[in-house]
């Protein structure tokens, strides 16, 4: 099973400043990576796939980004909607799994 | 319109069964696989197994095997989440989700929140 690790475990951000997440996969998932967005009660919400594609309707201050079996996400300008919880998932080999998330709050 | 439409919530005692379904719309459902997400309450994710509904094929997590049985019928384009014995522990929300292929997105039903309490 691949495991996937995320970092940090809560981010607190400023409104408008940049935010920086990470994830770390056990072993080469290629670009069968994606990122996603989860409010309470809410399902979650598809931002990346294929590493570095913005699903339809996502803002382009969100941003991926992939350096071997390190992956990122950038998220420019933070707004007040972006404060959420964020979940990477690797879609390369079953079982298909997702990090443990990290937190995005305000600071 | 791709759609995934989850059962509603159920409230059940310790060692019931259970049968939570998802019906799918506006694809080829035997064409896609399909399957289910698990999410307790204040936790992560997790994947418990997908389904290919053109021929049955089944994988689960290795947490999940041999905990619950996945299940689909493909004429009526739905597909199944069965406990055979509820406990306390399977209380979390539920989700159905046509997986990320590809380049193809994926897409999620609304969620099942099963509460299993004495």
């Known amino acids: 099973e691949i495991v996937m690790t995320q970092s940090p475990a809560t981010l607190s951000v400023s409104p408008g400043e940049r935010a920086t997440l990470s994830c770390r996969a056990s072993q080469s998932v290629s670009s069968n990576f994606a990122w996603y967005q989860q409010k309470p009660g809410q399902a979650p919400r598809l931002l990346i796939y294929?590493?570095?594609i913005r699903a339809t309707g996502i803002p382009a201050r969100f941003s991926g980004s992939e350096s071997g079996t390190e992956f990122t996400l950038t998220i420019s300008s933070l707004q007040s909607e972006d404060f959420a919880l964020y979940y990477c998932q690797q879609y390369k080999n079953w079982p298909y799994t997702f990090g443990q998330g990290t937190k995005v709050e305000i600071k | 319109e791709v759609q995934l439409v989850q059962s509603g919530a159920e409230v059940k005692k310790p060692g019931e069964s259970l049968k939570v379904s998802c019906k799918g719309s506006g694809y080829s459902f035997t064409s896609y696989w399909i399957g289910w997400v698990r999410q307790m309450p204040g936790k992560g994710l997790e994947w418990m197994g997908i389904i290919y509904p053109g021929d049955s094929d089944t994988r689960y997590s290795p947490s999940f095997q041999g905990q619950v049985t996945i299940s689909a019928d493909k004429y009526i384009s739905t597909a199944y989440l069965q406990w055979s014995s509820l406990k306390a522990s399977d209380t979390a929300m539920y989700y159905c989700?046509?997986?990320?292929?590809?380049?193809?997105?994926?897409?999620w039903g609304q969620g099942t929140l099963v509460t299993v309490s004495s």
């Open positions: 989700v046509r997986p990320l292929s590809g380049i193809e997105v994926d897409y």
């Open positions: 294929g590493a570095a």
